[in-house]
């Protein structure tokens, strides 16, 4: 019914938390790439905050995708209260036990994944780093 309001939730606070990461990060002097090759330093790290877009592209994607399905079921209306659950005291109670469980879930699941793709990027940064230390053969 509402399960989608809970990445949603956190879609938006992990929005904020990047542009508040990007702008430290920014003002942090990073030395930035020109297109004309004059600064030929590459970095084989990627940002913090790029790595946390994924995790709020994940969730804004799953948010959206969710309510599209609530729209299409009508359980989501555009006119007040918008969510049909929310008129019934009944189902309220449902709808904020599916919240409290599916949601949480569903969440919880993607911030899991998203842990993985972190695991995965630090194995394969650490790698590029080892083969920039490495002395050029041939």
Not at 29 to 40: F, L, N, S, W
Request: glycine share 6%; net charge neutral.
């Amino acid at each position: 019914m509402a399960c989608f309001l809970v990445s949603a939730a956190e879609a938006i606070i992990t929005t904020v938390a990047v542009k508040m990461i990007e702008k430290k990060e920014n003002s942090a002097g990073a030395i930035k790439v020109r297109p004309d090759g004059e600064y030929t330093e590459t970095e084989a790290k990627i940002p913090f905050s790029r790595k946390l877009k994924w995790l709020r592209n994940l969730l804004w994607g799953g948010s959206l995708l969710l309510a599209f399905e609530h729209v299409w079921h009508g359980e989501v209306v555009p006119w007040f209260p918008f969510l049909t659950a929310a008129s019934n005291p009944a189902d309220a109670a449902e709808m904020l036990h599916e919240m409290a469980t599916v949601g949480v879930a569903m969440a919880v699941l993607v911030t899991v994944i998203w842990l993985g793709m972190l695991a995965v990027s630090a194995v394969i940064e650490k790698r590029a780093q080892k083969e920039k230390a490495l002395p050029a053969e041939g």
